[in-house]
């Protein structure tokens, strides 16, 4: 083969308007794991209970789990550069006003005011992208677009733990509002004019909703983000309790963690067509419960990293063939199932932070990764009935 052939053979590169929606993944993502990444400071700070401190994850979720469905019906004729350049611009002004809230009574409605934007970038974000390049590109596009949200797990969430821990958790908040400024202008320099995606029709949402197949796939993610949150939530303070972790130290765990969570997401791109989507969930959230039931053999900082492992490689590429297989069992109604799945990680987010909050209030703490087991396992068997409802609909 030819240099020029070879040329031609090779894949094009991505669209340069597709770098700021990803570099607004990465500030959205980066923002919603400020507070997982600083509640030890939070709950010093302001004098509340790391419970009462998790209610601003669970508060947070539950807004983006109502806001990403509702939100898609109000926009949708909006033109899509000035609604994405807003909602980061919205992003930056609600995280400077955390930032320079007195008490918690005004952080928990900011913080969940400033959750509006999550609600609309990343969704909204991955219904444009099919406007802005040629049909053969549109699936390597929005998994361009996604990375942004690994990399906030690998660079953000740590960056945010080590400001928080070093600066004070204020000043996370404001280093979240910077970078949301300047992702709203370059989505306003590098955007064009005139992206308007259709709406959802009214009958995609109700043969969605009517689909057992769909639905109970749905609820696997529900189960599954639930189990991971009842835990993840509260990383900082648990780590804190039992092994006096320093902020420096939990920055690097939640790097560590956030490389091998992008490594699975990559090793799920690579090898899902092989495997298919239902099994791939399953391998994904088997890795997860593993992880989970091991938890108690994390005594130390090496050891906690080294159990988390198979947690981390199943995190984000559990979802990733989550929303492949929402495709797969009704290409039609794609646009509805996956909006849905997105709302479910949210509402399992919520579940699992509330669930920990509780928990910790009764001085359960040590329950944490038992109760993670518990909805991961159910995710399982859900995960098994979905795929009968599909072979049976098929």
């Keep these: ?25 990465f500030v959205i993502g980066t923002g919603v794991m400020t507070v997982p990444g600083t509640l030890n400071e939070i709950s010093g700070s ?25 939100c898609a019906a109000l926009v949708a004729g909006w033109d899509r550069r000035r ?34 934007s ?49 600066l004070g958790w204020r ?34 949402w109700s043969e969605t909703f009517r689909s057992p197949a769909l639905m109970t796939c749905v609820s696997v993610t529900v189960l599954f983000a639930a189990g991971q949150f009842v835990l993840f939530s509260y990383f900082a303070p648990y780590f ?44 994904g959230v088997g890795l997860m419960a593993a992880s989970m039931a091991a938890f108690p053999l994390g005594t130390t900082l090496w050891l906690a990293a080294l159990v988390c492992v198979p947690w981390a490689l199943g995190c984000f590429s559990s979802n990733s063939a989550q929303q492949a297989r929402l495709v797969g069992i009704a290409p039609p109604l794609a646009a509805a199932s996956v909006a849905l799945n997105s709302s479910a990680m949210y509402a399992g987010q919520a579940i699992g932070a509330a669930s920990g909050g509780w928990l910790i209030s009764r001085g359960g703490m040590d329950w944490l990764h038992w109760a993670g087991l518990a909805g991961l396992l159910a995710s399982m068997a859900a ?10 609909a098929s």
């Design 1 to 25: 083969m030819n240099t020029a052939t070879a040329a031609g053979a090779a894949r094009p590169a991505m669209p340069a308007v597709l770098w700021p929606l990803l570099f607004g993944n």
């Design 46 to 70: 302001l004098d509340v209970s790391v419970a009462t401190a998790g209610q601003l994850i669970s508060a947070g979720a539950v807004l983006m789990c109502v806001g990403a469905p509702l």
């Design 83 to 116: 609604l994405l350049a807003l909602a980061m611009a919205w992003y930056a002004l609600l995280h400077l006003a955390c930032a320079l809230a007195p008490d918690f009574a005004w952080l928990l409605p900011l913080r969940v005011l400033a959750l509006v």
């Design 118 to 166: 999550p609600a609309i970038f990343t969704p909204q974000a991955a219904s444009c992208v099919g406007l802005l390049v040629p049909p053969d590109m549109r699936g390597r596009a929005i998994t361009f677009i996604f990375v942004g949200w690994s990399v906030a797990s690998v660079l953000g969430m740590p960056l945010a733990a080590f400001v928080g821990g070093t």
């Design 171 to 204: 000043a996370a908040f404001a280093v979240v509002a910077l970078l949301s400024v300047a992702s709203a202008a370059w989505v306003w320099r590098s955007m064009p004019d005139g992206v308007k995606p259709p709406a959802l029709s009214k009958a995609a």
């Design 240 to 283: 804190k309790a039992k092994l006096a972790i320093t902020p420096g130290a939990l920055s690097l765990f939640f790097m560590w963690f956030g490389a091998f969570g992008l490594l699975g997401n990559m090793l799920m791109s690579r090898h899902i067509d092989r495997i298919g989507a239902p099994r791939s969930v399953m391998i």
């Design 383 to 392: 995960s098994a009935l979905a795929t009968h409802y599909a072979r049976r």
